[in-house]
Structure formats: C-alpha cells, structure tokens
C-alpha cells in the first residue's frame, strides 16, 4: 500500500462528518481491511507464540508485541497490543511503514503522520512516548 493510499484510507475512517477526529474510530483501525489487504494487528497476524519478552516494546505502559521480517528490500512489520486504542493507533503506524526500506524508515516523521490523520492533538503524552517507542524498536530490527 502506498503512503497516499494508507494515509487517505485512514483519513476516511478516523474523521466524522465534520470533519473532527473521532478517537473513538482508532481502535476499529486495528481491524479494518483494504481492498484485501488488512491495515493491521489481530491475533491471527500476531499469535500467542509471538507474545514473548524479544518481541515486546519497552518503552510503553500498554503490552506491545513486534515483528519485523525483511522481504525484497522491504520490511514488513506485525504487532499486537493488550490495549484496543492502542492496536488502532499501532495500526496506523503500520499503515504508514509497512513496505518502507530501511533507508526510508529511519524518515518516518511520526508527529507529522499523525497531525496528517487528525490525530495529533489527540495524542496524550505517554501514547505519543509509546508510538516513538514502537518506531525506534522497527528501526532497531531493520538495523
């Protein structure tokens, strides 16, 4: 998925009518599908096999697990979360980095993807630490 077609299919679904963010669409994001291809983060993408401590982020009061696999040049990245909003916001920074190469991972600006989304503002501290530390951790794995 491009980053034009991610960031206009998340637009659709986390904005109302007028044009607010409704934070309580965030944890459908976790689910939603396009086209095809899911967005994120169910447990069907991320077993229980995977849930162990290499796998968690530190850096965040929810549990957060990832993995990362490298395909062609490419990385692709699974997570799962104890916490529902947080699966939806770890769904958007899917979203956004999925596909990437390492070169243009370490580029991702995640304040500004999520001031793109609406989301900005929203963000509490502590889930804005969390995010950072789930992107540094996708870093880490893509080296």
């Known amino acids: 998925m491009t980053y034009a077609a991610a960031q206009t299919h998340v637009q659709r679904q986390v904005r109302s009518r007028k044009g607010q963010c409704s934070r309580g669409q965030v944890p459908l994001l976790g689910r939603a599908n396009i086209g095809t291809r899911r967005l994120l983060i169910d447990q069907s993408h ?7 401590d290499t796998n968690r982020v530190h850096g965040c009061e929810s549990q957060v697990w990832l993995v990362g696999q490298l395909h062609d040049g490419y990385w692709q990245f699974h997570a799962n979360s104890d916490a529902r909003l947080i699966r939806g916001l770890v769904a958007l920074l899917l979203a956004r980095v999925n596909g990437l190469s390492a ?9 500004d993807w999520f001031n793109q989304l609406g989301l900005g503002r929203q963000l509490s501290q502590s889930r804005s630490n969390g995010l950072n530390a789930v992107l540094q951790r996708m870093n880490e794995l893509a080296g």
């Open 103 to 111: 070169a243009d991972l370490k580029q991702v600006d995640l304040p």
């Open 46 to 52: 991320l077993g229980d096999g995977d849930r162990f």
